[in-house]
């Protein structure tokens, strides 16, 4: 029997991040109400580049960082936008892979005690995917499409869209550079739902793919009461990580610049010292790959970060640790303008790094990304703060500059830091050799 049609209840223009789009809500028969979002003219409805995207309020409107589904939804959207034609359908009720919001968030607490998330879903007793697609391709057909070049990761969506009536012309896969927190969920995916697998790992060549760096990661095994700490930097060959005049761009290549951003979408947060906020007025966010933006950290003792410093704008969260010695009123200007200011005690060359790191878990940062300067580099390694080391190696000599690494106070080469577990990658013209540091709590 042939299903009654949805019925389109609204029609109008909205502006997004992205770029315009025509909205379009259909109510359907099973009582919910899609969404499309159309972009530019669909002409004869042929070779449309669509997307049949499943609800989830937690990873869409709230970014958890559980799932993968927010960062698909606005890689997506841009896909469709650059295109300049196509569709995203907005599946409502498809939330958990349809057993509902409330199942799914008891489904992940099971998965917090060690199931996966199709045997969390036996658990309870409902489907591992119950998803139908007759809604969706109804939506399209109304919209006029005869044939979709369908953007997903998923088999069983492909299958469901063709039983459904739509013709797939091609499959695009939306992976993602995967978190920390989503790397074993999006394993699982892989290996029980067939999905395609989360990302490449290192080394990937395309630029602006995804990279999966949970393998330069290792364990990412945290200690009692502090993130895991993850020490990254780029260095050249005789280990400057800046010339003599303080010049540091690029000393590594945009491939392994990629992958330094696929580690910041893996972590919860990304710290640099003050002292390169300002010399190289950082981002800290993630662009070259598809992944979230950690929460930003800058370790500024004294307040000497300049308002209009990229770090502080509004494109992710922003924490600026410093000390009681800072000016109360520049503490509340950036206060006012939504950063997080957080004061602890002075340490030896700044802030107190454990009261700092301790204050970080306490906020929920796990996982804990350092990029630099030299002086923060040497200072977490001294005080035996790192679990992983990740260095980009550049086949450049500049002879004097900025070592990447100061003094530990190391007077036998029996006695200096030694990494274990240790890989080398090649990214590029470039080398990454990561390793976990002997003795380190974590490891």
């Known amino acids: 029997m042939r299903l009654p049609l949805p019925h389109e209840v609204a029609r109008l223009t909205i502006g997004t991040a992205v770029g315009e789009f025509e909205l379009r809500a259909f109510e359907c028969e ?14 004869d409805g042929c070779d449309v580049l669509a997307r049949v995207h499943s609800e989830c309020l937690t990873g869409d409107a709230l970014g958890s960082l559980r799932c993968d589904c927010g960062v698909q939804l606005r890689t997506a959207l841009r896909s469709i936008a650059a295109e300049g034609r196509g569709v995203l359908v907005y599946a409502t009720g498809h939330e958990g892979r349809s057993i509902g919001l409330v199942e799914k968030l008891r489904a992940y607490g099971l998965q917090e005690n060690g199931l996966d998330t199709v045997d969390a879903n036996h658990r309870l007793g409902l489907p591992a995917d119950g998803r139908d697609y007759h809604d969706a391709a109804a939506c399209l057909q109304l919209l006029g499409v005869r044939s979709v070049r369908l953007l997903t990761n998923n088999p069983r969506k492909e299958a469901g869209l063709r039983r459904a009536g739509i013709s797939i012309e091609g499959v695009l896969p939306l992976p993602t550079s995967p978190h920390l927190r ?13 999905h395609v697998e989360p990302a490449g790992t290192p080394p990937s060549d395309g630029i602006g793919e995804a990279v999966d760096v ?23 060959l005789d280990g400057r990580i800046a010339t003599r005049s303080g010049d540091s761009k690029w000393i590594s290549g945009e491939h392994e610049r990629r992958i330094s951003h696929a580690l910041r979408a893996a972590c919860d947060g990304v710290l640099v010292g003050v002292g390169t906020a300002i010399a190289d007025d950082p981002q800290l966010t993630v662009r070259l790959v598809p992944g979230s933006t950690p929460i930003r950290i800058v370790l500024d003792s004294g307040l000497r970060l300049p308002l209009e410093s990229k770090v502080l704008d509004e494109r992710a969260c922003t924490l600026v640790v410093t000390t009681d010695r800072s000016p109360t009123e520049l503490r509340r200007e950036l206060e006012r303008r939504g950063v997080g200011v957080r004061v602890v005690d002075p340490g030896r060359t700044g802030v107190d790094l454990p009261q700092t790191l301790a204050l970080l878990r306490e906020a929920g940062v796990r996982s804990l990304l350092v990029e630099g300067g030299a002086e923060v580099i040497t200072s977490f390694l001294a005080a035996g703060l790192v679990e992983r080391v990740i260095v980009g190696i550049a086949p450049t000599i500049v002879g004097a500059g900025t070592e990447a690494v100061g003094d530990l106070q190391v007077n036998r080469i029996s006695s200096g830091l030694h990494l274990t577990g240790r890989s080398v990658y090649t990214a590029g013209d470039d080398l990454l050799v990561a390793g976990d540091v002997a003795g380190a709590a974590g490891t």
């Open 182 to 194: 989503n790397v074993g969920y999006l394993s699982s995916k892989q290996r029980r739902l067939s």
């Open 214 to 236: 949970s393998p330069l990661l290792g364990a990412s095994s945290a200690p009692r009461g502090r993130p895991f700490v993850v020490l990254k930097y780029a260095q050249t």
């Open 30 to 43: 099973s009582g919910f109400v899609y969404l499309a979002l159309v972009k530019g003219e669909l002409g």
